[in-house]
T-cell receptor
Framework: QQQVKQSPQSLIVQKGGIPIINCAYE??????FPWYQQFPGKGPALLIA?????SEKKEGRFTISFNKSAKQFSLHIMDSQPGDSATYFC????????????????FGTGTLLAVQP | KAGVTQTPRYLIKTRGQQVTLSCSPI?????VSWYQQTPGQGLQFLFE???????NKGNFPGRFSGRQFSNSRSEMNVSTLELGDSALYLC??????????????FGQGTRLTVV
């Protein structure tokens, strides 16, 4: 119930393409869903985050789509660039259950994205 | 504004030894959390501190411990190192009372190799 399942494990797209990364969760107590981007040798950096009261959120070329009934959320990268090549992690937590069992940021297993020029 | 600083960046230790890793959060941030990152297990939550108090703990053995000081700097300690402890250890900090519900800023990590 604490898992966040992420797919695909790796993804190759051409420059300008729209890679889509999907995540699914079981625990309905989760209410905070961030996406992180990690470059080799660096720590993860927050890209964009969504809460269940909205179905979509855009920040620049990055869009999160959220389907509460299906317990799924996905990241779309519009007009992808070679500089977007990185590992992407989805995550989920029960943000208000301070110190509780579900108040831990549970990460997906990551998607290695390669954007070819 | 300086980011999250983790020291050292790289560390090689022998099985059975102990190690202490340090994390200096962004100035003004009071929440610090620690993660272990490995290729097989991904990012696993270790613990979170706020105002010198441990708020939450992940599913790691008691060999893993941590603390936070009054200036919000945090340390984690691993005793009796095992080969499987080889990993990238990441620290994250946030402005609010928890790194779990708001933007958390990660450091570059400490790469620990146990031989």
């Amino acid at each position: 119930q604490q898992q966040v399942k992420q797919s695909p494990q790796s993804l190759i797209v051409q420059k300008g393409g729209i890679p889509i990364i999907n995540c699914a969760y079981e625990n309905t107590a989760f209410d905070y869903f961030p996406w992180y981007q990690q470059f080799p040798g660096k720590g993860p950096a927050l890209l964009i985050a969504i809460r269940p009261d909205v179905s979509e959120k855009k920040e620049g070329r990055f869009t999160i789509s959220f389907n509460k009934s299906a317990k799924q959320f996905s990241l779309h990268i519009m007009d992808s660039q070679p500089g977007d090549s990185a590992t992407y992690f989805c995550a989920a937590s029960n943000s208000l259950n301070y110190g509780g069992a579900t108040n831990k940021l549970i990460f997906g297993t990551g998607t290695l994205l390669a954007v070819q020029p | 504004k300086a980011g999250v600083t983790q020291t050292p960046r790289y560390l090689i230790k022998t099985r059975g030894q102990q190690v202490t890793l340090s994390c200096s959060p962004i100035s003004g941030h009071r929440s610090v959390s620690w993660y272990q990152q490995t290729p097989g297990q991904g990012l696993q939550f270790l613990f979170e501190y706020f105002s010198e108090t441990q708020r939450n703990k992940g599913n790691f053995p008691g060999r893993f411990s941590g603390r936070q000081f009054s200036n919000s700097r945090s340390e984690m300690n691993v005793s009796t190192l095992e080969l499987g402890d080889s990993a990238l250890y990441l620290c994250a900090s946030s402005l609010g009372p928890s790194t779990m519900n708001t933007e958390a800023f990660f450091g570059q990590g400490t790469r620990l190799t146990v031989v």
